[in-house]
C-alpha cells in the first residue's frame, strides 16, 4: 500500500504542512526562517522542537518539547566537528584531506588510517576496556580484526 500525503508549501518553497494519510499516520507544521531554515516543528500528537542554525544553514541547536537540547559545531570547512545530546558527546577531526581521522564518542575512541588513494585502510578503537583493531588491505581486499583486553 503506497502511503499518501498531503503537502503544503508557502510562498518560498518551504514545506509548513505534511499529513500522512494511514492507519499509522501523523502531522505536522512548521515555520522557517529568512534563510528557509526550519525553525519550529509540531507534531499531531503535541510534540514539538525549536532549532538554530549558523550562517552556513548548519543545525546548531535543538530543544524538543521534552526539554531535551541538542548542540552541534562546525569547522571552517563545514564539517562536524562537535555534537552533544542529553544522553552523549561527540568529537571529530579530520586529516588534510577532508578524511575522518579520529572520532571520540563518550569514551571510546576510533582512529582512521587511508591509503594514498583516501581508502580507509586501518581503524583503530578503544572502547572503555578493549582496544579492536581493523586493518584493511586495498590490494588483497582483506581484513584483520584484533580485540586486546587493557
Not at 494511514?22 to 528557509?36: A, I, L, M, N
Not at 577532508?98 to 572502547?127: A, R, S
Amino acid at each position: 500500500m503506497d502511503n499518501k500525503v498531503i503537502k503544503r508549501y508557502d510562498e518560498k518553497g518551504n514545506l509548513i504542512y505534511y499529513k500522512r494519510l494511514d492507519p499509522c499516520g501523523f502531522e505536522y507544521y512548521s515555520k522557517h526562517d529568512k534563510k528557509g531554515n526550519e525553525i519550529y516543528r509540531k507534531y499531531d500528537n503535541g510534540y514539538e522542537y525549536w532549532c538554530k542554525y549558523d550562517k552556513n544553514k548548519n543545525n546548531i541547536y535543538r530543544r524538543n518539547s521534552s526539554g531535551r537540547e541538542f548542540w552541534w559545531k562546525y569547522d571552517k570547512y563545514n564539517r562536524l566537528i562537535y555534537k552533544k545530546s542529553f544522553f552523549d558527546e561527540e568529537w571529530y577531526k579530520y586529516d588534510d584531506n577532508n578524511n575522518l581521522k579520529y572520532t571520540m564518542i563518550n569514551e571510546n575512541e576510533n582512529w582512521y588510517k587511508y591509503d594514498v588513494f583516501n581508502n580507509e585502510v586501518n581503524i583503530t578503537k578503544q572502547e572503555f576496556e578493549s582496544i579492536k583493531i581493523k586493518e584493511y588491505n586495498s590490494r588483497t581486499k582483506c581484513s584483520r580484526f584484533e580485540i586486546m583486553e587493557i
